[in-house]
């Protein structure tokens, strides 16, 4: 199991994933700490605090993404010939190249997840007592249903990408993307266009604020709820593919 795990790692570039994110988390730590927020309103502090605020954000957008984007490059790995041929080499037991996978995955969700709380923390650690660190709070708050949704994008995408292969599964979820954004376009025509100009991020905290016991109930349930899911999805993926799975054990 270990051999294909490390081969899924580098099939994602993870030794410059890895390197990239943990030179932004100390560029973003220098820049906090020669950039300190403020609590008054109209200083330099308070505007460092309303811009760097994004960077969590960001990376919390990237957390929910990346797993996704990854799925692809797994497979498509393993419909290489060589990496056929080391596979069957390896000593691993039967539907050990689809438990790779998610297991693969799962931990990558908890690395990104690992990484968006240090963030957090970093930003929180330097900025002011203003709306933007409350702000910041209140995504950390959510962190853990952002990672339990990543797991469960995972958990449907993976059935399709590993019994379909790479091409098919893609030109799949491109259809299914390409739906959603006619939707959205649909929306944008013949949609009620105020629900935007309504939407103010220091609503959605007071909003979270008085939803506090439910959102921790959320992030309680959430992650049991995907993890069974996904244990589903790998049955499921297992029993789809148990003769290649055959062919692969040699």
Not at 19 to 27: E, F, G, K, M, V
Not at 51 to 60: E, G, K, N, Y
Not at 131 to 138: A, G, K
Request: glycine share 6%; net charge neutral.
């Amino acid at each position: 199991m270990g051999g294909l795990l490390y081969k899924d790692f580098l099939a994602v570039k993870g030794r410059k994933t890895v390197i990239i994110i943990l030179a932004l988390t100390a560029l973003f730590l220098l820049a906090r700490i020669f950039l300190p927020g403020a609590d008054t309103e109209n200083s330099e502090g308070f505007m460092y605090d309303g811009f760097l605020w994004t960077v969590p954000a960001l990376l919390t957008v990237s957390g929910i993404c990346l797993p996704s984007l990854w799925t692809k490059s797994l497979i498509a790995c393993d419909e290489k010939k060589q990496i056929q041929a080391m596979i069957k080499s390896l000593p691993s037991g039967r539907n050990s190249r689809i438990a790779s996978k998610y297991i693969f995955i799962a931990v990558t969700v908890y690395a990104l997840l690992s990484a968006e709380i240090i963030w957090c923390k970093i930003y929180s650690s330097f900025a002011g007592n203003n709306s933007f660190s409350t702000l910041v709070e209140t995504l950390t708050s959510f962190l853990i249903v952002f990672a339990s949704a990543s797991i469960l994008i995972a958990g449907f995408e993976l059935p399709f990408f590993i019994t379909l292969g790479s091409k098919k599964a893609t030109a799949v979820k491109t259809a299914l993307l390409e739906c959603l954004f006619l939707l959205v376009i649909a929306w944008i025509f013949f949609g009620n266009l105020d629900i935007i100009g309504k939407l103010d991020l220091f609503d959605f905290i007071e909003w979270a604020k008085s939803h506090d016991f439910e959102i921790n109930i959320t992030a309680v349930l959430l992650p049991v709820i995907s993890s069974a899911l996904y244990y589903l999805s790998y049955r499921l993926t297992c029993r789809l593919n148990k003769n290649r799975e055959a062919d692969y054990d040699g």
